[in-house]
């Protein structure tokens, strides 16, 4: 079984920085990948950032610049650095590690973007 404990979301203002941050109940290296999706109202969930196993990282179009996936295996934690935040990026974030083939899911955190 594996936990996940995400942290860090909230109210942040448009333009505005935050971090998210997962820690996982098994060590990081035990999934392939290491991912943050979200999902916005009335829309499907999408793919934020992701971190390989190998430390390689991808990015949504949106996100790349602005968001920086990060991870510390000794706390076995992976962080989404997320600056000049955009309203319609309010949205539950959600932490997922695969491993193939199963994918495991948190809880989510609310991020709201507003002034």
């Known amino acids: 079984q594996v936990q996940l404990v995400e942290s860090g979301g909230g109210l942040v203002q448009p333009g505005g920085s935050l971090r998210l941050s997962c820690t996982a109940s098994h060590s990081i290296f035990s999934f392939d990948a290491m991912s943050w999706y979200r999902q916005a109202p009335g829309k499907q969930r999408e793919l934020v950032a992701a971190i390989t196993r190998g430390a390689t990282t991808n990015y949504a179009a949106s996100v790349t610049g602005r968001f920086t996936i990060s991870r510390d295996v000794a706390k076995n934690t992976v962080d989404l650095q997320m600056n000049s935040w955009k309203p319609e990026e309010t949205a539950v974030y959600y932490c997922?590690?695969?491993?193939?083939?199963?994918?495991?899911w948190g809880q989510g955190t609310q991020v709201t973007v507003s002034s």
């Open positions: 997922n590690p695969r491993r193939a083939p199963t994918d495991y």
